[in-house]
């Protein structure tokens, strides 16, 4: 049977993050940690023509050899992306011996985590995975949920945070909060922002706040 794997979002904001090897698969890795606020040191005698721009511009530090033990330390993740199986695996026992947590580009047996696919909608986050399985339906699952849950999320989810700071602060009674809660997610607010009828989905919140007898 499969490995099941247990599901988290980290918040590497300000974390230092180390990716060895500077080819594609490390681009795509590096890009993800930065968009996160990660600090990202990578290890790689080459760079893609991106990760090197990355370099120049300051947003990535580049330590210009071929890996090293000891290397790898006092970091919060590491990445092994070299196309070396023998580098990779040397990257994740020296991470092992650390107890730093380890992503493996080619060898899944030996990632303590695996990278997912991720649709963003804002605050909306949707990680899938195949525990390995299968990246290409990963991606496959990742297009079909684009096109199901689109950019209408990111306004929606940014009223119903702000509905709920402002209950969370006025209303007591948590039942009474989750009811209202409830009921925003079940109405026809998500289709009217969809439409771009935006003061017609605010005049529904506050419509359901006032039944609630909240404002
Ligand atoms: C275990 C894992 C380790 C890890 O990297 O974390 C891993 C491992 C490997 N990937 C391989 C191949 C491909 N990977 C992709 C794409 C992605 N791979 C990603 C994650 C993962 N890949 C982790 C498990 C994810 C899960 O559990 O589902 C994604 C989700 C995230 C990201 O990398 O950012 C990103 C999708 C981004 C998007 O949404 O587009 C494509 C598709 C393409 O390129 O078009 C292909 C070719 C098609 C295919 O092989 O299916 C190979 C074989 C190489 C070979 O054949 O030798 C290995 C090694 C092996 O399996 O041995
Ligand atoms: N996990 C994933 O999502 C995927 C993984 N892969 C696998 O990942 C591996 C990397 O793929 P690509 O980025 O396409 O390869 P690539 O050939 O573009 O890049 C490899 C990089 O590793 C560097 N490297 C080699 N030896 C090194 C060492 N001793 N120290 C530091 N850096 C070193 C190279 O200089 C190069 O920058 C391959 O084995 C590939 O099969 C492939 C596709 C997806």
């Not at 080459?46 to 330390?73: F, N």
């Not at 011996?97 to 030996?110: G, S, T, Y």
């Amino acid at each position: 049977m499969t490995q099941r794997l247990y599901a988290a979002f980290l918040n590497l904001q300000g974390k230092d993050c180390i990716v060895v090897g500077g080819g594609t698969v490390a681009e795509r890795k590096v890009i993800a940690l930065l968009e996160c606020g990660a600090h990202v040191r990578v290890i790689s005698p080459d760079l893609t023509p991106h990760l090197q721009r990355l370099v120049c511009g300051g947003q990535v530090t580049h330590v210009a050899r071929r890996y090293r033990r000891g290397d790898v330390k006092q970091a919060a993740v590491v990445i092994a992306a070299t196309d070396s199986l023998d580098v990779n695996q040397a990257v994740a026992d020296e991470a092992d011996e650390h107890r730093i947590w380890v992503n493996v580009a080619n060898l899944p047996e030996r990632c303590t985590f695996v990278v997912p696919s991720v649709v963003r909608r804002g605050p909306l986050s949707i990680a899938i995975t195949t525990s390995g399985m299968s990246p290409a339906v990963t991606k496959l699952v990742r297009e079909e949920l684009e096109s199901q849950f689109g950019p209408e999320y990111e306004l929606y989810l940014q009223k119903m945070g702000e509905v709920r700071k402002r209950l969370k602060s006025t209303v007591a009674d948590e039942n009474v909060r989750r009811e209202v809660f409830r009921r925003i997610a079940r109405s026809d607010v998500l289709a009217l922002i969809r439409e771009g009828n935006v003061v017609e989905a605010d005049r529904r919140i506050a419509e359901i706040m006032r039944r609630q007898k909240l404002t």
